[in-house]
């Protein structure tokens, strides 16, 4: 199974999806890739549960039009790029419903979108209502694998430590 972890966020919640990104490869088996924005990518680019890190520029970050340009054509370029990966399956993994990452899983065309929301969205093909009650935000992240296969992991899998694996440097 070929799944794609859009984690659109912050250094620190990217951390968050780690145990996601780790469960997925762990008990499902999965080639797991990530789209993220450039600098939260050094957080996955040296996971050892992620197959490819895809990159792109946030236009609010770029300095001038110039830029912005570019980082347009960057975005479709990874688009095309993406859609040639047929994902079985795309995991928005924030704990709220974002717009942007919905945009960007229907332009890649996987199978299967998966986020939060309580409400039917026609890009999105499975929902999962988020939990009632104080589940950290990486617990409750980590319930969206729960949505990739109709059937249950063989084996029980709770969430670990957060991981982020730095760059060996010699």
Do not use: Q
Request: hydrophobic residues 45%.
């Amino acid at each position: 199974m070929k799944i794609l972890v859009i984690c659109r966020d912050n250094i620190g919640d990217s951390i968050l999806a780690t145990p996601l990104i780790a469960h997925l490869s762990a008990i499902h088996g999965a080639t797991t890739d990530v789209l993220t924005n450039s600098y939260a990518s050094p957080v996955f680019s040296h996971n050892p549960h992620i197959r490819k890190v895809h990159e792109y520029s946030k236009s609010k970050h770029c300095k001038n039009l110039i830029s912005v340009i570019m980082a347009a054509a960057v975005r479709i370029k990874t688009i095309f790029r993406l859609r040639k990966e047929k994902y079985d399956a795309v995991i928005i993994a924030k704990s709220s419903r974002d717009s942007h990452s919905v945009k960007w899983a229907a332009g890649i065309g996987a199978k299967r979108v998966i986020a939060f929301g309580d409400e039917a969205h026609p890009l999105i093909d499975r929902l999962v209502s988020r939990a009632e009650g104080t589940l950290h935000v990486a617990e409750m992240l980590f319930r969206l694998a729960a949505a990739v296969t109709d059937v249950p992991p063989l084996r029980r899998f709770n969430p670990g430590k957060s991981s982020v694996y730095p760059a060996l440097i010699w």
